[in-house]
Structures are given as structure tokens and as C-alpha cells.
């Protein structure tokens, strides 16, 4: 049965900085990897999508990497802003399955 | 990507009634699914909807308790039967383009049960 985990469950830092979230799976047969954001009381923003076969993926001033036979991604925030305040949800779907099996999550605050 | 819509947003109900849950899509999709995110949690998967067929429901998931029809291929509704206070959750349902398998989410409906 695969499983999520990701680290830490909460994370708070000062405007600007950069950050790494992340994520590890149990089982690498995955067929791909996608990060969200979702903000208190609302549903999930799409961020990054990694298929297996990709290492990383980037928009704007996030980058999502793959490590698949180590079971891990990592989310890089750079020059972090009040704004990606949020809690990051890492799923991935594995073959043959559309279901998306997710983390519990990391809390971020972007303090001002 | 898709946009989706959920009715209500929210609700306040009362133990032993019932909820119906909508979710309109702005793009015709082949499979829908409804997610529940209950207080602290992480999301689980409820239900696969394809348009047609029976939905296929996860380990834990009854279809007496969460019945779901998909009349077309742009909408779906979720009704959670008999509810307990233990039913108070987000629900969020959701679809995935054909293209990369991104999946994309309403904004999720809050229910809670008194």
C-alpha cells in the first residue's frame, strides 16, 4: 500500500528566503508525482506536474525534482513571499490507477 | 486546465439528513472523482464517476452511504446519506485532463453535521 509522507508539517520563515519541502513514497512504481496548494478553507491549486520518467519540473519561482528509486520529491520555494503562505500537498498516482494518494501535508508560513 | 464548480460551498446539517453535492466541469471529461478531506486530514479518495457506468468506490466507501450519478460527461453530483457528525469533512471532487493525467480540483463543499 503506498504512503506519503512528507517533512516538515509545518515550516515558518521570514519573507525572501528560500525553502525546500518534501516528500517521500513508499512504493517507486509511480506514475507521476504532482504537487498543490491549498489555502485554509478552499480547494487544491495544481503547482507542478512530474511524470515518472521527468527529474524535475519548474514554474515560475518554484521547482519540483523526482528522485523515483529513492522514493522522493522535494518542492524549492525561492524568495518566499507572504503570499505562499499555504499548506503544500504532495500525491502521486501509480500504473493503472488515476487515484491520487496524497500526503498530509506542510503548513508554510511566510512571515512579513 | 479545467474549471470546476461545487454547490453549496457550505453547509450546517442536522444528523440523519441527507446532502447532494454538485460538481460542474467547464470541459466534457471522461472520469470524475470525489475526494474527502475531514478536519486535520489529508484527502481520500471516495469514488471514481464515469459517465455511464456505476462509479467505483474505495475500500470504506459505500454507495448506499455516498450514492454519485454522472448523467454527462460535464457533471456530477455527491450525496452523502444519513449523516453523523463524523461525516463533517471538505468534500472536493475533481478531474483529470486526458493529455499529462493532471488532475485539477473544485473548490470543495464544507459540510457540517450537528
Known amino acids: 500500500k503506498q504512503e506519503v509522507t512528507q517533512i516538515p508539517a509545518a515550516l515558518s520563515v521570514p519573507e525572501g528566503e528560500n525553502l525546500v519541502l518534501n516528500c517521500s513514497f513508499t512504493?517507486?512504481?509511480?506514475?507521476?508525482l504532482q504537487w498543490f496548494r491549498q489555502d485554509p478553507g478552499k480547494g487544491l491549486t495544481s503547482l507542478l506536474l512530474i511524470q515518472s520518467s521527468q527529474r524535475e519540473q519548474t514554474s515560475g519561482r518554484l521547482n519540483a525534482s523526482l528522485d523515483k528509486s529513492s522514493g522522493r520529491s522535494t518542492l524549492y520555494i525561492a524568495a518566499s513571499q507572504p503570499g505562499d503562505s499555504a499548506t503544500y500537498l504532495c500525491?502521486?498516482?501509480?500504473?493503472?490507477?488515476?487515484?491520487?494518494?496524497f500526503g498530509k501535508g506542510t503548513k508554510l508560513t511566510v512571515n512579513p | 486546465s479545467a474549471v470546476i464548480s461545487q454547490k453549496p460551498s457550505r453547509d450546517i446539517c442536522q444528523r440523519g439528513t441527507s446532502l447532494t453535492i454538485q460538481c460542474q466541469v467547464d470541459s466534457q471529461v471522461t472520469m470524475m472523482f470525489w475526494y474527502r478531506q475531514q478536519p486535520g486530514q489529508s484527502l481520500t479518495l471516495i469514488a471514481t464517476a464515469n459517465q455511464g457506468s456505476e462509479a467505483t468506490y474505495e475500500s470504506g466507501f459505500v454507495i448506499d452511504k455516498f450514492p454519485i450519478s454522472r448523467p454527462n460527461l460535464t457533471f456530477s453530483t455527491l450525496t452523502v446519506s444519513n449523516m453523523s457528525p463524523e461525516d463533517s469533512s471538505i468534500y472536493l471532487c475533481s478531474v483529470e485532463d486526458w493529455t499529462d493525467n493532471e488532475q485539477f480540483f473544485g473548490p470543495g463543499t464544507r459540510l457540517t453535521v450537528l
Open positions: 512504493d517507486s512504481a509511480i506514475y507521476n
Open positions: 500525491a502521486v498516482t501509480q500504473g493503472g490507477s488515476e487515484k491520487l494518494v
